[in-house]
């Protein structure tokens, strides 16, 4: 099923025929990559009498990517799936777990202004806010159209979306009720870039649909995030941060105020990079407030912000106390072909907790050894650990926080180029 469907793709994009006569080339690339994950409290507070979790999880992904002098068109198609999800022997494939991750076109109109629509991944920055979601096996795309500018270290990109379930002959409402998925988009992103610095700005306006108490569609609330993201050298020491404000409105009956804010500054000497950095989230009072003042990254690869073991803003932590994260990091040359990151993380509620209790929420610690085997194979071992406060409990339902949390995964990527060719000059 999942052979044939890779080659009924692969037979589509060499037969799309004469665009222009201009060179064609196809490149095939494949992204094969295997984890095994040991979780003893991932994501969330161990509960007592439970048993430990193991799996692997695996992706394969096949990327087709064929260009002319003004047409890009590219397709990735993958499978996600879990080690014996689907039993022996059974002819298809039972978890609907083959899906096209990317499908779109981008059209030059001249040199300087592009055209890009389909299923796309829309990364920027460090990925806070828009990212591409690369650590988790089924990535994060958006079906989305852009108009872009390209000049002398300069970019401008403005995008938008719509969303409907399927096509209709009356109604609009969008009932895909995902966490943070949004019936409309609009965005303008602005990027200057010198020799060693660079600044960004971001409007971001994202509209969820509402229903009313008898479940009928009743309007879309907006939620509107901007902000600006920049990196600059101070002599020796590397700068990069961030500040955002949202606005609008949570939801249909409650109105947003809230911020985030990053600073970062690392060092490299002889075969160690140092760095320390701090990132403010906004939150609401546990007890309630009017407004509803909690940050939330959106559509970030947040898996690579405040802590490794997922325990804030990854399908958590939405609309509630916000947090401080502090942190120091510092990235070991281990070999000619190898690195060791030690991380630490120090949590703090950034809004009141119930009760006055006391705002330290835990401390965590991260490792990952890094190591390229060969070329387009590379190997990843992680172990992270949770040192949770009794305050912890009071974000994650309640859950004891003196057991232990810990996580340990080992990765294996294999990414090699397959298929590269000259397709040479169309005929009319």
């Not at 397709?75 to 996600?80: E, G, S, T």
């Not at 590397?238 to 939801?251: C, D, I, P």
């Amino acid at each position: 099923m999942i052979q044939k469907s890779f080659c009924a793709i692969f037979l589509f994009v060499l037969g799309l025929g004469p665009i222009s006569l201009t060179a064609q080339s196809l490149e095939i690339d494949a992204d094969l990559r295997a984890r095994f994950e040991y979780r003893h409290g991932f994501n969330n507070l161990f509960p007592d009498n439970a048993d430990p979790a193991a799996f692997v999880n695996q992706r394969s992904r096949l990327n087709f990517n064929y260009t002319t002098e003004k047409l890009q068109l590219f397709i990735a198609v993958q499978d996600v799936s879990i080690w014996g999800d689907t039993r022996q022997i059974l002819a298809v494939d039972g978890n609907d777990s083959f899906s096209l991750f990317e499908a779109w076109g981008q059209i030059q109109m001249n040199e300087n202004w592009y055209m890009k629509l389909g299923r796309q991944v829309l990364t920027y920055d460090d990925e806070r806010i828009f990212g591409g979601l690369d650590w988790a096996m089924q990535g994060r795309f958006h079906d989305a159209a852009l108009l872009k500018y390209r000049k002398d270290g300069f970019m401008m990109d403005l995008g938008g979306a719509y969303s409907q379930e399927t096509d209709r002959n009356d109604g609009n409402d969008f009932r895909i009720q995902g966490f943070f998925t949004y019936k409309a988009l609009q965005y303008a992103y602005l990027k200057k870039s010198w020799e060693k610095s660079s600044a960004s700005f971001l409007f971001l306006n994202t509209g969820f649909q509402d229903f009313d108490v008898n479940d009928v569609a009743d309007g879309v609330s907006y939620r509107h995030t901007t902000g600006t993201y920049f990196k600059f050298p101070i002599k020796i020491i590397n700068v990069t941060g961030s500040l955002y404000y949202q606005f609008g409105k949570a939801n249909a009956t409650t109105d947003l105020a809230a911020y985030q804010m990053s600073l970062e500054a690392t060092y490299k000497k002889n075969k160690v990079l140092y760095g320390l950095g701090l990132e403010l989230l906004s939150g609401t009072d546990q007890d309630g407030a009017a407004k509803n003042n909690s940050f939330f990254p959106l559509y970030g690869t947040n898996h690579k912000f405040n802590g490794f073991m997922d325990y804030f803003y990854v399908g958590n932590h939405a609309n509630t106390v916000g947090l401080n994260d502090f942190y120091a990091k510092m990235v070991f040359t281990t070999g000619e072909k190898s690195t060791v990151l030690v991380k630490g993380h120090y949590f703090t509620a950034n809004a009141a907790l119930t009760g006055d209790a006391d705002a330290y929420l835990g401390t965590e610690m991260d490792l990952v050894y890094t190591q390229a085997l060969m070329k387009n194979v590379n190997l990843n071992v992680g172990y992270s650990h949770m040192f949770a406060s009794e305050s912890m409990s009071l974000i994650k339902g309640g859950r004891p926080h003196d057991n232990t949390n810990n996580w340990g995964w080992i990765q294996l990527i294999i990414n090699p180029n397959i298929f590269k060719a000259d397709l040479g000059t169309p005929s009319n």
